[in-house]
């Protein structure tokens, strides 16, 4: 069994570019949800997909979109990336529908903006 | 917006003694899940107590919730040097959505 796994690891943008992060969700798994954690803080919800249907979204503006394919794998865009955008991008993926179900998170793509 | 509040924020003990962190939240919930996250990495599961559960155990690690209280707290025994990491507690507020609200989490350093 695979583990939730995301690329790149690493990247470094300037103000203004957009970015694509991708994550490949845990084998067996249906739903994916992105988390931004900025540096001293909490993960905080983007949005959850569910057989590649958005299932809810947070407090993001919309230059943040995501889409999930039919492997159940998964991109989060960012938009006219902006300082504050800076922070750990998190997936996390669950067998079904998330609610009352642990998460399984990646290992994160750290994303600088300069 | 924060959910849960950690306390403490940071929290530093020698090998072998236990650790207890305690997690604070403003709503209703069905259920609260503890996660360990080591060096600004991923996330790792520990635990999830359902709203009519008091108390779980995996381990080393004692979770109790108090839902009169809007608390919870997780103990972990015996502590290894491998246990420092920030842990969070993250609440389900329900429905199919289930997305996690996070607080801020907890710095455990434990020294050998």
């Known amino acids: 069994e695979t583990g939730v796994t995301q690329s790149p690891t690493h990247l470094i943008k300037t103000r203004g570019q957009q970015v694509t992060l991708r994550c490949s969700s845990q084998?067996?798994?249906?739903?994916v949800s992105w988390y931004q954690q900025a540096l001293g803080q909490g993960p905080q919800f983007i949005f959850q997909?569910?057989?590649?249907?958005?299932?809810g979204r947070g407090n993001f503006p919309p230059r943040f979109s995501g889409l999930q394919f039919p492997n159940y794998s998964s991109e989060l865009n960012v938009n006219a990336l902006e300082l504050d955008d800076s922070a750990l991008y998190l997936c996390?993926?669950?067998?079904?529908?998330?609610?009352?179900?642990?998460?399984?998170f990646g290992p994160g793509t750290r994303l600088t903006v300069l | 917006s924060q959910q849960g509040e950690e306390d403490p924020q940071a929290l530093s003990i020698q090998e072998g003694e236990n650790a207890t962190m305690n997690c604070s939240y403003k709503?209703?919930?069905?259920?609260l899940q503890w996660y360990r996250q080591n060096s600004g990495r991923g996330l790792v599961h520990l635990i999830l107590?359902?709203?009519?559960?008091r108390e779980k155990h995996s381990g080393r690690l004692r979770v109790t919730l108090d839902t009169s209280k809007k608390s919870s707290s997780l103990l972990i025994t015996a502590s290894r040097a491998a246990d420092t990491a920030s842990y969070f507690c993250?609440?389900?507020?329900?429905?199919?959505?289930?997305?996690?609200?996070f607080g801020k989490g907890t710095k455990l350093s434990v020294k050998p």
């Open positions: 993250a609440t389900d507020a329900g429905g199919s959505q289930g997305n996690l609200i």
């Open positions: 996390a993926s669950s067998s079904g529908l998330a609610g009352g179900r642990a998460q399984y």
């Open positions: 107590i359902r709203s009519n559960e």
């Open positions: 709503t209703s919930i069905n259920n």
């Open positions: 084998s067996g798994h249906n739903t």
């Open positions: 997909y569910y057989r590649e249907e958005e299932n």
